[in-house]
Structures are given as structure tokens and as C-alpha cells.
């Protein structure tokens, strides 16, 4: 066994662990210009009646990691073929858009748009989500400093499906999975082995019980919250209950795989020249009026042996991550099923610890 599988290996089993914040199952995976390391541990359903075992294979709610490898890369790709500009407003795209009416696709990448973070949209009353959405207050004047916002996400699902002239679940099947050859990135539900996310819809429903961390605008009365395990089908409510399952902030599932080949795509992207054009992935992966903040993804260091990288990197509240160097050939990512946990820990903290295995590991190949 090699020095990288045995570090990933440790890292996985680490994870595991038991403890209160401890997710049944994990994997994590690492690639280093071409070459690939994927160790996983424990369980993806533990809730079968023979449980079933995590593998490099599993499929997982991607969640929010949804918004970089599904909509971010899309809008990559769009712009790197000329179907459009991030400073273009959104309305020449939506014109039923309810935000300010000078924001760009630029300030929704940047979370700068003033828009309020998150509602429970599917407890409002009608059908359409977005004639929702664009009646909501904004809550931030425009380009005042940034605020994290699935709701600027479903919008940019939205720019997606007007430039590409198809439905989102399609257009990212298009610009995104078919191009970089992913066999099973998708919008759910999905059919294959898919690790479990949660216990129902209980996180949401305390947010809506509490008001916290954002204050709610509707009532749960005599809504049908989900109390089974949740499987093959989207964790996040706003996804599930008021979009069907694919929208611009969350949805999609894959294999660590399917999110390593984006990563690792992009990390070397000056090789498939017809895929990203160059001076439009400078934009996408450099830091804004926020220094942690890029067009989509997030930045921060990688340091190994002294040395200092930018990481573009996304989260997911499933339990999962991933990241890359632009120009660098490093790709890293992990999913768990973290929410399983008694006391889940923050997906932070396991993605430090992944961070901290790759620094190991790009420190064993010096």
C-alpha cells in the first residue's frame, strides 16, 4: 500500500471513529495530477436491515457542493463559450427577477446581492417557488458586503436554464456531466446505492420551530414534514418539497469520483482549452471584494512545507467538500453522512481534516 492510501485510509477510519459527531460512513479522495487515491469506511445506510457498507461507488447527496459543481461550472462553461458575461444583469436573463434591478450574475456568484440567506419557500402559500422567491423583502442593499444566500443560487438556476434553453437537471447534464465524461453526477431521485443523508427533515424543521439561524416568514402548521430515513432523494426541503428535487442551490447526487473529475478538470484546466477559456477561469477563481470568496466557490490557503495555495473550495451540509489549486493538479473531496450522527460535528471540521491529510500526503510526493 502506498503512502497516500495509507494516509487517506487512516483519515477515513479517523472519521469514523466512534463518537457523539462521528458519521456512520465516509469516503475521501485525493488526485494529484492524474493519480487518484479513494479510501472509504463504515456504513452508507445503516438503516437497512443489513447495512450497507460505504464504497468508492456510493452516490451522495452533494447538497450545497451542488452550487459549484452543478451551477458554478455550468455558468463556467456558458461564459467560457460566450453565451454570456457575469456582469451582465440578471433581469436580460430573468426579467421577472425580484432582486435589485442592477444586480449581476456577478453579485449572485459573490453572495453579494442583498438577498435574504434562506426561507422555507415550500410553507408559502401557491405552487411556483420563484414568484415566491421574487416577492421575498430584500434583507441587504446590493454589493454591501457579503451574505450567504441559497436563494441567489435558485436564481442562478434560473440564468442556467435561460442561456442554455433547457431545464436545469438538463442543461448541467450537458455542460457539465456529459463533457468531463461523469457516469453517474445527476439531479435525484437516484436509483443506485445512495448513502443515507438524515433523519427525515429534522434539521429544517427546527430551523423553522426556532427562527434560528434566520428568522422565518411562514407557519409549519399541518405541513407533512418528512420522518423516514432520507435516501436517493434530495436532503434539502427547498429542493425536495417546493422544486422536485433539482434546482440551482442543492439537488445533485455523485460518486466521490464524479466530484473528484470536476475538481481535478478544473485544477488543470489550461489542458482542455475547448472546455474553459482562459481569462474567463482567472475571473471565476480569483478572489472578489471578499478575499474568501470567488465566483462561486469559496478561497483559502493550503499550506504545505511552508508553502502557500489558493484553495477554491465548496461545503455541503450533508457532510461532504471539495476543493482544488487552480493550475496546480490538485483535486480533493469527501462525503459523509454526517447528519446520521447523534451530535453531528460541523462539516468543517472533518474538511479540515481532510485538508490536513492532503497536505501530508502532497508532503510525502516532495
Known amino acids: 500500500m502506498s503512502a497516500p492510501e495509507t494516509l487517506l485510509g487512516a483519515a477515513a477510519a479517523a472519521m469514523i471513529a466512534p463518537s457523539a459527531g462521528s458519521p456512520a460512513g465516509c469516503v475521501i479522495g485525493v488526485d494529484l495530477d492524474g493519480e487518484r487515491q479513494v479510501a472509504a469506511a463504515g456504513l452508507a445506510a445503516p438503516e437497512h436491515p443489513t447495512p450497507v457498507p460505504m464504497h468508492r461507488g456510493t452516490l451522495h447527496d452533494l447538497a450545497s457542493v451542488s452550487k459549484v459543481v452543478g451551477t458554478t461550472t455550468a455558468l463556467h462553461r ?15 436573463f430573468v426579467p421577472a427577477f425580484g432582486g435589485h434591478a442592477e444586480t ?10 442583498g438577498l435574504q440567506e434562506w426561507q422555507p419557500l415550500y410553507l408559502a402559500p401557491g405552487d411556483d417557488p420563484f414568484a415566491t422567491i421574487d416577492a421575498l423583502p430584500l434583507r441587504y442593499a446590493l454589493r454591501s458586503e457579503r451574505h450567504y444566500s441559497d436563494l441567489g443560487f435558485m436564481h442562478l438556476g434560473r440564468v ?4 442554455a434553453g433547457l431545464p436545469l437537471d438538463a442543461a448541467v447534464r450537458d455542460l457539465v456531466a456529459r463533457p468531463l465524461g461523469l457516469r453517474s453526477l445527476g439531479y435525484g431521485p437516484v436509483a443506485g446505492e445512495a448513502a443515507t443523508s438524515s433523519h427525515g427533515d429534522e434539521a429544517e424543521r427546527r430551523m423553522v420551530a426556532t427562527g434560528h439561524p434566520y428568522p422565518v416568514a411562514w407557519s409549519d402548521a399541518g405541513f407533512a414534514w418528512r420522518t ?3 435516501n436517493g432523494e434530495a436532503n434539502d426541503g427547498n429542493c425536495f418539497h417546493a422544486f422536485g428535487g433539482v434546482a440551482g442551490h442543492a439537488g445533485l447526487f455523485g460518486s466521490i469520483d464524479d466530484v473528484l473529475d470536476v475538481a481535478a ?3 488543470r484546466a489550461d489542458e482542455r482549452p475547448e ?3 482562459p481569462e474567463v477561469t482567472a475571473d471565476f477563481s480569483a478572489a472578489g471584494p471578499d478575499a474568501e470568496q470567488a465566483l462561486g466557490w469559496r478561497r483559502r490557503e493550503l499550506v504545505v512545507q511552508g508553502e502557500r495555495m489558493p484553495l477554491l473550495w465548496h461545503p455541503g451540509f450533508t457532510g461532504c467538500a471539495v476543493g482544488f489549486v487552480p493550475g496546480r493538479g490538485i483535486a ?11 451530535e453531528p460535528a460541523p462539516t468543517d471540521l472533518h474538511w479540515q481534516r481532510v485538508l490536513d491529510t492532503l497536505a501530508s500526503t502532497l508532503s510525502t510526493q516532495e
Open 78 to 92: 456558458l461564459a467560457s463559450m460566450g453565451e454570456l458575461d457575469v456582469d451582465d444583469l440578471v433581469t436580460r
Open 104 to 113: 449581476s450574475v456577478r453579485d449572485l456568484l459573490q453572495h453579494r446581492a
Open 265 to 267: 478538470t478544473l485544477s
Open 160 to 163: 442556467v436554464e435561460a442561456v
Open 332 to 342: 480533493v473531496a469527501f462525503a459523509s453522512n454526517r447528519l446520521l450522527a447523534a
Open 228 to 230: 423516514a430515513p432520507v
Open 275 to 277: 472546455l474553459w477559456d
